[in-house]
C-alpha cells in the first residue's frame, strides 16, 4: 500500500457498499487510482477485500458494524447522501 490507494480505495468502496452502490459501480471507482498512479491498483485486489469482507460480516453494513459504526450512523450517511 505504497500510496495509500488499497486503503483508501478500500474505504471508498465500503462506503459505497453502505450506500447502495452496484458492484460495477464499486469496481469502477476503485480502478480510477490507475487513470492518475498507472497501473498499480488491480480488481484483484478489491475482489478480494470484499470476499473476506463479506465471508466473515456478511455485508457492508455488518462489516461497518463490527468495525464500530452504528447503525443509526449509517442510516444518517445514507440519508445525508442519497437522494
Known sequence: CL???DRTG?????IQGLLGASSSTIMSEFLK?????????Q??????AI???K???G??????TACGVSSSRISTLRAKLVD
Open 33 to 41: 487510482s490507475n487513470d492518475y498512479y498507472g497501473n498499480g491498483v
Open 3 to 5: 500510496r495509500g490507494w
Open 43 to 48: 480488481s484483484a485486489y478489491l475482489n478480494a
Open 59 to 64: 455485508s457492508y453494513r455488518g462489516y461497518a
Open 51 to 53: 470476499s473476506e469482507m
Open 10 to 14: 478500500w474505504f471508498a468502496a465500503v
Open 55 to 57: 465471508s466473515r460480516y
